[in-house]
């Protein structure tokens, strides 16, 4: 919609102070002249008038504004005066970090155009994704004659506190939830079981579209070329639809760009045998989404000092999807990651703060560069191989929490820690119930599941049993265990 021909009215209205500075709408400066009181706020009332959700894109393809609210009146201005308002978009009712928008008066309404509406919505919810979600939204009131206006009722005083379901424009492409891979693996068709799905961080695909997925090649695969190809979940269950793969004459390259299909037949290709990491972001660029084929890599070994630079007696990271690895590390100021108990593999070293390199003669990592203390100490190590980033989060403390020890959820027992710091154990009672071990008194990293198999964010444990116990907790290697006796 033009936004200049529905509004330029409305900003000339208020757009000078007393000293005849422009300003932008609608951040006004702070009230000036205040004279005589103008009109009596508790005399305006505003309610909602919406209902459902409210689609942007129809309203935007009718070219019409979206009616929010209606006022009630029931006094009048000092002559010369007339009523405006501004709009206050949040994600919560805390309204903590706001987004204002410009609100028409019309007749008895409030409305508002659905450009602004549209980007008020993205700049508090922090997403791209076309989902509908719940707003909320309240006003600000002015009484208003040429550079002279008056916040109704002060500063702190908002009208109409509302919530309002809002549909967002729909993006110029569309990203799927679920994406796999087709090919070699699936005989050459859309079959769903034999296809490797993909994985993403979790979070809408419209706000990381970067999709992975582990391929393993057979030395027979390769001498006959390993094909492969991405479908979206609409094509398999369809049958047809969108098939995305590289141009022919590309086929065997490990990154480049790939381009939409409409049915099987072209694919990229691997000669070559072992695992590989397919990565690809599905934010369409110009109608190509780029793409990269990495080694995968079942664990990243941490040799350094604290274990005289031996890959093969230091701690291993793993990994869930071959592309983000996490794990406890003991760190003597300097280490590397490694692809594997040697040095004869890829070796990431620093690149600057929070990110590796690959390049042979790349620096050690220094956990001083992270602004973290130097010294003989145990880190949590989080690694994503695929963007070349990583942390090292210092391990202040480990402890037990939950309903079957001594402190409940709401005081966690702490344990005492080896020599070494990869063995921690605690001497305490334990009752009917469940616990976690978490470091560093908060959840950020905790460790769940089976005591003969902790991970990252795993289960609660049920206590085996109860009384006095001795608890061990071996970090030393993967799995991390726990024994209870």
Same mark, same amino acid.
């Given at each position: 919609?033009?936004?200049?021909?529905?509004?330029?009215?409305?900003?000339?209205?208020?757009?000078?102070?007393?000293?005849?500075?422009?300003?932008d709408f609608p951040n006004p400066p702070g009230q000036s002249n205040p004279q005589e009181p103008i009109y009596d706020s508790a005399n305006l009332t505003i309610s909602s008038i919406v209902s459902g959700t409210i689609n942007l894109d129809e309203a935007n393809n009718s070219d019409t504004l979206v009616p929010l609210a209606e006022i009630t009146a029931s006094d009048s201005l000092v002559a010369g005066y007339e009523l405006k308002f501004v709009g206050q978009m949040a994600a919560t009712d805390a309204f903590s970090t706001p987004a204002e928008f410009p609100v028409e008066l019309q007749e008895t309404q409030l409305m508002a155009n659905p450009d602004d509406l549209d980007a008020a919505f993205h700049e508090v919810m922090k997403t791209l994704d076309p989902a509908s979600k719940e707003t909320h939204i309240r006003y600000i009131a002015y009484a208003v004659e040429g550079s002279n206006y008056m916040r109704l009722g002060g500063e702190n005083v908002y009208y109409c506190p509302m919530t309002a379901t809002m549909s967002p424009f729909a993006p110029e492409f569309t990203i799927e939830e679920e994406y796999y891979i087709v090919g070699t693996c699936t005989n050459g068709t859309l079959d769903i079981d034999k296809a490797i799905k993909m994985t993403n961080s979790g979070i809408s695909p419209y706000d990381d579209p970067s999709f992975s997925g582990m391929i393993e090649v057979s030395p027979d695969q390769a001498a006959g070329g390993y094909e492969w190809a991405i479908v979206p979940r609409s094509t398999i269950i369809a049958g047809s639809g969108i098939v995305i793969a590289p141009d022919a004459d590309l086929a065997d390259e490990k990154s480049g760009y790939l381009k939409d299909y409409t049915s099987l037949g072209t694919y990229g290709m691997i000669n070559e045998a072992s695992k590989f990491l397919l990565t690809v972001n599905l934010k369409p660029e110009d109608g190509l989404y780029s793409y990269d084929i990495a080694y995968a890599f079942d664990n990243l070994w941490t040799p350094g000092p604290a274990n005289n630079w031996s890959a093969g007696a230091s701690q291993m990271l793993y990994t869930n999807n071959y592309k983000n690895y996490q794990g406890y590390v003991h760190i003597d100021g300097e280490f590397k990651f490694t692809s594997a108990p040697d040095w004869d593999h890829t070796n990431f070293g620093f690149a600057e703060a929070g990110k590796l390199s690959t390049d042979g003669g790349a620096g050690n990592l220094n956990v001083t560069q992270n602004n973290e203390p130097f010294g003989n100490s145990l880190y949590w190590c989080t690694a994503d191989i695929v963007a070349l980033t990583y942390t090292?989060?210092?391990?202040?403390?480990?402890?037990?929490? @939950?309903?079957?020890?001594?402190?409940?959820?709401?005081? +966690?027992?702490?344990? %005492?820690?080896?020599?070494?710091? *990869?063995?921690? $154990?605690?001497?305490?009672?334990?009752?009917?119930?469940?616990?976690?071990?978490?470091?560093?008194?908060?959840?950020?990293?905790?460790?769940?599941?089976?005591?003969?198999?902790?991970?990252?964010? @795993?289960?609660?444990?049920?206590?085996?049993?109860?009384? +006095?116990?001795?608890? %061990?907790?071996?970090?030393?290697? *993967?799995?991390? $265990?726990?024994?209870?006796?």
């Open positions: 919609m033009k936004k200049s021909v529905l509004f330029g009215i409305f900003a000339i209205g208020i757009g000078l102070v007393s000293c005849d500075n422009d300003f090292t989060t210092p391990i202040e403390s480990i402890a037990i929490i @939950g309903d079957a020890t001594v402190g409940g959820w709401s005081e +966690e027992t702490k344990m %005492t820690p080896s020599e070494d710091l *990869l063995t921690w $154990t605690l001497k305490t009672t334990l009752t009917n119930g469940e616990f976690k071990f978490r470091a560093n008194n908060d959840w950020n990293i905790n460790l769940g599941g089976s005591l003969d198999n902790l991970t990252m964010d @795993g289960a609660y444990i049920t206590a085996p049993v109860t009384g +006095e116990v001795t608890i %061990t907790l071996d970090l030393s290697s *993967l799995p991390y $265990t726990a024994t209870i006796k």
